[in-house]
């Protein structure tokens, strides 16, 4: 699952430059809108500060830091505040 996040993610760029191609926002909203479906699932599943071995653990937050990340920045091209913290 960590893979086919990383994999959404890096589809960013391309999906930034469609929706700027095609003058159509909502194509940022609607990757965002799956981004944080696909992460929402993966923290169910997957524990993250609980995780016993380290390296998991740290590659984990730095996978929901960057799924943060990427989400702030999208919806700040949308015109959207999200809050620090939730």
Not at 8 to 14: A, G, I, N, Q
Not at 16 to 32: D, L, Q, R, T
């Amino acid at each position: 699952e960590e893979i086919d996040l990383v994999k959404t993610l890096t589809e960013y760029p391309s999906v930034v430059a469609a929706a700027g191609e095609n003058f159509a926002p909502s194509v940022i909203g609607a990757y965002v809108y799956e981004l944080a479906k696909q992460f929402n699932g993966y923290y169910h599943d997957h524990s993250i500060l609980k995780e016993e071995c380290t390296t998991t653990r740290d590659m984990r937050l730095r996978l929901a830091e960057q799924v943060a990340r990427t989400i702030r920045l999208a919806m700040a091209l949308l015109g959207i505040d999200v809050p620090e913290r939730m």
